[in-house]
């Protein structure tokens, strides 16, 4: 019998983006057990292709999903397939579907009743073949689109019964203006006991703060002390799991779903607790390290718009003992008419991107401000400054090329001079064909393989062999894309430290104990050392 853990969140919702439900699962995993993850979300999409850009993850099997399918799969250390990213838009299209088709033999469809059935046969099939299925309810529980999945939650437990069932809710703890020590317990309080009146009563309360919790504190918040731990600010997502084990969450799961009668073979106890140690590693790694390599990341966008490039940039600092520190630059601010402007901004941003031992500039929607990108490509360029280019980065890099050193070449679709035209083909995987024999490029020194396979959230491609001729006649290389040579995967110019653009998106693949191949090489050329260390 699969054993199920819900979390849930009170006051913010899906606060800490669903680390602490993926730390779990982590935990779970070091103990042999076969662990996977779901993430609901309250909303009526169908999947995540018309999220904002940087809030997208591409999974394995080419679905886009929420970005928190991406932590469990980096903390799970295994694919988690686009069926586990579940939406109250996919229970209303299968209602209607099955009402069109006759399924409901001509009765009245409920949302409860029907609705819920549909919600509960989700989750048992994104919890198919684990022994145990982390399961996070993206939303704040109060809203009434969260209710009905409340309902949905409290009839799965009544079904496969309380013993197989734990749920964790998580709670920021509040302080007083301009007072950290002075705790406010009542919105914790209170957010516990709205989700005991919808049917669902926390095994365990795991409250965010940023200091110790006492016994008087606890007991404000829950009758039961010993149900409630403290998730105090760690200095990376790494910490997360080990703070988690320092709390002994798992052995409190353990004894609650009674996970010592799953039978689990010697090579998964095995397994498990080499990741674990190996993760310890990391983390003592990271928090030894002296050396900081600081990015400079470029884009329209916020920073937090970036979750699975900061991670990946995270992943690759911490496996090579550096420590990370990242400097978000708004692209308008690196553009001429910001200096008239908006002078301080305009000076900071220049000043931030100079500071900078690397420069990386992620995917994006629009080109309102690709003027600032492209400033900032040239400057990585020009400078020898370790560059990486994601999506509109990689147009970006190639346009600043062609404008400044091919003197052609403009991103405006209605231009005659554009080499970029619109790809219908979004989310996928795909294999990538380095066809480069050129020496010394760093994207086949990294990646150490002839043929390899990426995930994509496509929006541009390259459509102009003849220009394609003249970069490289320039020295910007095409080096990898798929076998027919018309798809432009990688470009890269030779004669700098690490200048590399992809239309694909490495972030998908990179996880904590594998990094991302191209993340790996611009740390490592940022902090001075060889791509191939």
């Given at each position: 019998m699969t054993k199920y853990v819900?979390?849930?969140?009170?006051?913010?919702?899906?606060?800490?983006?669903?680390?602490?439900?993926?730390?779990?699962?982590?935990?779970?995993?070091?103990?042999?057990?076969?662990?996977?993850?779901?993430?609901?979300?309250?909303?009526?999409?169908?999947?995540?292709?018309?999220?904002?850009?940087?809030?997208?993850?591409?999974?394995?099997?080419?679905?886009?999903?929420?970005?928190?399918?991406?932590?469990?799969?980096?903390?799970?250390?295994?694919?988690?397939?686009?069926?586990?990213?579940?939406?109250?838009?996919?229970?209303?299209?299968?209602?209607?579907?099955?009402?069109?088709?006759?399924?409901?033999?001509?009765?009245?469809?409920?949302?409860?009743?029907?609705?819920?059935?549909?919600?509960?046969?989700?989750?048992?099939?994104?919890?198919?073949?684990?022994?145990?299925?982390?399961?996070?309810?993206?939303?704040?529980?109060?809203?009434?689109?969260?209710?009905?999945?409340l309902e949905a939650i409290d009839e799965f437990q009544n079904r496969v019964g309380e013993d197989n069932v734990a749920f964790i809710h998580v709670v920021p703890l509040l302080h007083l203006p301009d007072d950290n020590r002075t705790i406010i317990t009542k919105p914790a309080f209170d957010s516990h006991r709205s989700i005991i009146t919808n049917g669902s009563t926390p095994d365990m309360i795991a409250c965010v703060c940023s200091n110790a919790l006492t016994d008087e504190i606890k007991e404000k918040i829950c009758f039961q002390p010993t149900e409630v731990i403290a998730i105090n600010r760690v200095p990376t997502s790494y910490h997360f799991p080990m703070l988690l084990q320092r709390q002994k969450v798992a052995e409190f799961l353990a004894n609650k779903l009674k996970l010592d009668n799953i039978q689990v073979s010697e090579e998964q106890k095995r397994s498990g607790e080499q990741v674990i140690q190996a993760w310890k590693r990391l983390i003592a790694s990271y928090d030894n390290s002296s050396q900081t390599v600081t990015i400079a990341l470029v884009s329209k966008y916020q920073q937090n718009l970036h979750i699975s490039v900061n991670q990946s940039l995270e992943h690759a600092c911490v496996y090579c003992g550096y420590q990370l520190a990242i400097k978000w630059i708004d692209g308008s601010d690196l553009e001429p008419e910001a200096e008239t402007a908006f002078p301080t901004r305009y000076r900071d941003a220049w000043d931030s991107l100079a500071n900078a031992n690397g420069v990386i500039v992620p995917d994006g929607f629009a080109h309102q401000d690709i003027e600032g990108t492209i400033a900032a490509v040239r400057y990585a360029r020009e400078h020898g400054v370790p560059f990486l280019g994601i999506g509109l980065g990689f147009q970006a890099a190639v346009l600043e090329f062609a404008r400044n050193v091919c003197k052609t070449a403009e991103i405006d679709s209605s231009s005659q001079q554009s080499v970029f035209v619109i790809d219908k083909n979004t989310a996928c995987v795909q294999s990538i064909l380095f066809c480069n024999e050129h020496e010394g490029l760093k994207s086949r020194e990294v990646y150490r393989s002839r043929q390899i396979t990426e995930r994509y959230l496509k929006q541009y491609k390259i459509d102009s062999p003849g220009f394609l001729q003249t970069i490289e006649e320039n020295g910007m290389f095409v080096v990898a894309g798929d076998e027919s040579k018309t798809r432009v995967d990688i470009v890269e110019l030779k004669e700098h430290p690490f200048f590399i653009g992809t239309q694909f998106r490495p972030e998908y693949a990179s996880q904590p104990l594998h990094p991302a191949p191209l993340f790996l090489g611009l740390i490592l050329a940022s902090a001075g050392s060889s791509v191939l260390r």
């Open positions: 819900f979390f849930t969140y009170g006051i913010i919702e899906g606060y800490q983006k669903g680390i602490i439900a993926a730390s779990t699962a982590l935990l779970l995993r070091a103990r042999g057990l076969k662990v996977t993850a779901a993430k609901i979300e309250p909303y009526v999409q169908l999947d995540g292709k018309n999220l904002d850009p940087g809030y997208i993850f591409v999974t394995r099997d080419g679905c886009a999903v929420v970005e928190e399918i991406g932590n469990y799969e980096r903390f799970v250390d295994a694919g988690v397939p686009g069926s586990h990213y579940i939406t109250s838009g996919q229970v209303f299209h299968g209602l209607v579907e099955k009402e069109r088709a006759g399924g409901f033999l001509g009765r009245s469809v409920t949302l409860v009743g029907d609705g819920t059935d549909r919600m509960q046969e989700l989750i048992e099939a994104a919890a198919k073949g684990a022994d145990v299925c982390i399961i996070e309810l993206g939303a704040e529980i109060d809203p009434p689109d969260v209710q009905t999945w």
